[in-house]
C-alpha cells in the first residue's frame, strides 16, 4: 500500500512538474490550480483505469464516474491550452556578466 502511495505520489509530481512546463514554467496561480486539479483528476482516471484491468466488471456507477472524471480533465486541460508555451525569454545581461566579473544566469546563452 505505501509502494503504491508513493508511486501515486511520484505520478502526481511528474504531471504537475510537465503541465508547469507546458505553460512556459511559472504558472500564474489560476494555472496553478488548474493544473493541479489536473493531475488530481488524471490520478482518479488512473487509478479506476488500473481497478479495472484488476476486474473487468466495471459497474455502471463506476463506468458514469470514470466518464465524469474524464470529461473533467479534457476540460481542464483545454483550459490550460493544447499548445505548449515558449519557455520564458532570458533576462538581459549585465555590463559585468558581459565581460565575465559575474556569472550569467543560469540557462542563459553564451
Given at each position: 500500500?505505501?509502494?503504491?502511495?508513493?508511486?501515486?505520489?511520484?505520478?502526481?509530481q511528474r504531471l504537475k512538474?510537465?503541465?508547469?512546463k507546458h505553460v512556459g514554467g511559472n504558472?500564474?496561480?489560476?494555472?496553478?490550480?488548474?493544473?493541479d486539479q489536473a493531475a488530481m483528476l488524471t490520478l482518479r482516471v488512473h487509478l479506476m483505469d488500473k481497478a479495472s484491468?484488476?476486474?473487468p466488471?466495471?459497474?455502471?456507477?463506476?463506468?458514469?464516474?470514470?466518464?465524469?472524471?474524464?470529461?473533467?480533465?479534457?476540460?481542464?486541460l483545454r483550459q490550460l491550452g493544447?499548445?505548449?508555451s515558449p519557455p520564458p525569454?532570458?533576462?538581459m545581461l549585465t555590463p559585468r556578466q558581459i565581460m565575465g566579473l559575474e556569472p550569467r544566469p543560469e540557462g542563459h546563452p553564451r
Open positions: 500500500m505505501i509502494d503504491g502511495r508513493r508511486a501515486e505520489a511520484k505520478l502526481m512538474a510537465d503541465l508547469a504558472p500564474s496561480v489560476v494555472q496553478q490550480m488548474l493544473i484491468i484488476a476486474d466488471e466495471l459497474s455502471e456507477r463506476n463506468g458514469r464516474q470514470r466518464l465524469a472524471w474524464s470529461n473533467s480533465l479534457t476540460r481542464t493544447l499548445k505548449a525569454k532570458p533576462a
